[in-house]
T-cell receptor, first 111, second 113 residues
Framework: GESVGLHLPTLSVQEGDNSIINCAYS??????FIWYKQESGKGPQFIIDIRSNMDKRQGQRVTVLLNKTVKHLSLQIAATQPGDSAVYFCAESWHGNKLVFGAGTILRVKS | DGGITQSPKYLFRKEGQNVTLSCEQNLNHDAMYWYRQDPGQGLRLIYY???????QKGDIAEGYSVSREKKESFPLTVTSAQKNPTAFYLCASSIGLDSYEQYFGPGTRLTVT
């Protein structure tokens, strides 16, 4: 899930398949992580969050996994639907500081 | 209906003009933020405010100004000193600075020619 200049990484999945979107975070002291979904021309929407004392958290059709050893965060979307097509980005925070956002990954769902 | 509103959705200005973007929230949140989003990049923090009549510079404050005269409102002015003002601007709010989750408005796309 690292951005490369102006070109966001893109994940294409077939409708009904599971999607896994990855994020490498920068600060080993980060204790809070959040995933947002952003549809074209709209503001980001909260999906799920996780604190550093957990390694997994589940929501409705989504699961976030945290691997602090390698500073890696992933978002799993089960049974991906066309409405899931969007840019997904993670953000991290530490000790109550402001969120720091990644550039994002484009998810394209093929029908 | 609680939420954050930004207006207008699209804004066009000539180079050299100042322009003010509106952000209003009725979530009773203390903290508010302004971000800039450029293609292929993450959100970059311009200014933030923890309480009324107080605000702090973010990472890219040069060429921007804000005010926080009311809890509900946090307008952003893009001045003529901002060298590359064309971008998508997002306003957000949270319960407090130490409350992590931020709620975002729908954004304003500013085009300066």
């Amino acid at each position: 899930g690292e951005s490369v200049g102006l070109h966001l990484p893109t994940l294409s999945v077939q409708e009904g398949d599971n999607s896994i979107i990855n994020c490498a975070y920068s600060n080993s002291a980060s204790d809070y992580f959040i995933w947002y979904k952003q549809e074209s021309g709209k503001g980001p929407q909260f999906i799920i969050d996780i604190r550093s004392n957990m390694d997994k958290r589940q929501g409705q059709r989504v699961t976030v996994l945290l691997n602090k050893t390698v500073k890696h965060l992933s978002l799993q979307i089960a049974a991906t639907q066309p409405g899931d097509s969007a840019v997904y980005f993670c953000a991290e925070s530490w000790h109550g500081n402001k969120l720091v956002f990644g550039a994002g990954t484009i998810l394209r769902v093929k029908s | 209906d609680g939420g954050i509103t930004q207006s207008p959705k699209y804004l066009f200005r000539k180079e050299g003009q100042n322009v003010t973007l509106s952000c209003e929230q009725n979530l009773n949140h203390d903290a508010m933020y302004w971000y800039r989003q450029d293609p292929g990049q993450g959100l970059r923090l311009i200014y933030y405010s923890q309480i009324v009549n107080d605000f702090q510079k973010g990472d890219i404050a040069e060429g921007y100004s804000v005010s926080r005269e009311k809890k509900e409102s946090f307008p952003l002015t893009v001045t003529s000193a901002q060298k590359n003002p064309t971008a998508f601007y997002l306003c957000a709010s949270s319960i407090g600075l130490d409350s992590y989750e931020q709620y975002f408005g729908p954004g304003t796309r500013l085009t300066v020619t």
